[in-house]
T-cell receptor
Framework: DVKVTQSSRYLVKRTGEKVFLECVQD?????MFWYRQDPGLGLRLIYF???????EKGDIPEGYSVSREKKERFSLILESASTNQTSMYLC???????????FGPGTRLLVL | GENVEQHPSTLSVQEGDSAVIKCTYS??????FPWYKQELGKGPQLIID?????GEKKDQRIAVTLNKTAKHFSLHITETQPEDSAVYFC???????????FGSGTKLNVKP
């Protein structure tokens, strides 16, 4: 079975802090994704990566950056956390084009 | 870009009844349509998917139908059980780098 793990289930940070969210997958998938999930808005794509050191902006990249130094790991970085970044963050991975995405358990981030 | 609309946003059924969730999409080039179930506190889990060359797919109590002409697809759950209670998301993808477009979700409540 595909396993996608996220470094934290819950995080509480202060406004202005730098925040790192990490995601690791064990299926040698090329593609990895970061989404945020907010009530009534569904899942919105922040960034995705289709190879090591490659990244593409999703629909809402402002205020975020990403890093993919190894194939199995994809990190989401909030350079200076703000209260409007309080959300559930979901990581996903997928193999070749049109193959389904497998999600991690999510990180619920609260920015005070 | 693609736009996916999902209805209803909430659905309450009695145990044993059927539940139907509908999604429409805008881009006729979309070719893969997965459905995810998200239980409280967990990440979305794939429950069934369908590709554009197929009209219907079944897996035990779950089925998905696709109407390419009308650009809509539906999730059907028969003989619902309390453990079916969750949020369900539909998605559509054009297949390019696995970018998925998600619906806004349906909260299904199955009353015992």
């Amino acid at each position: 079975d595909v396993k996608v793990t996220q470094s934290s289930r819950y995080l509480v940070k202060r406004t202005g802090e730098k925040v790192f969210l990490e995601c690791v997958q064990d299926m040698d998938h090329e593609n990895m994704f970061w989404y945020r999930q907010d009530p009534g808005l569904g899942l919105r794509l922040i960034y995705f990566s289709y190879d090591v050191k490659m990244k593409e902006k999703g629909d809402i990249p402002e205020g975020y950056s990403v890093s993919r130094e190894k194939k199995e790991r994809f990190s989401l970085i909030l350079e200076s956390a703000s209260t409007n970044q309080t959300s559930m963050y979901l990581c996903a991975s997928a193999g070749t084009v049109s193959e389904t995405q497998y999600f991690g358990p999510g990180t619920r981030l609260l920015v005070l | 870009g693609e736009n996916v609309e999902q209805h209803p946003s909430t659905l309450s059924v009695q145990e044993g009844d059927s539940a139907v969730i509908k999604c429409t999409y805008s881009d006729s080039a979309s070719n893969y349509f997965p459905w995810y179930k998200q239980e409280l506190g967990k990440g979305p889990q794939l429950i069934i998917d369908i590709r554009s060359n197929v009209g219907e797919k079944k897996d035990q109590r779950i089925a998905v139908t696709l109407n390419k002409t009308a650009k809509h697809f539906s999730l059907h759950i028969t003989e619902t059980q309390p453990e079916d209670s969750a949020v369900y998301f539909c998605a559509a993808t054009l297949g390019n780098f696995n970018k998925f477009y998600f619906g806004s979700g349906t909260k299904l409540n199955v009353k015992p």
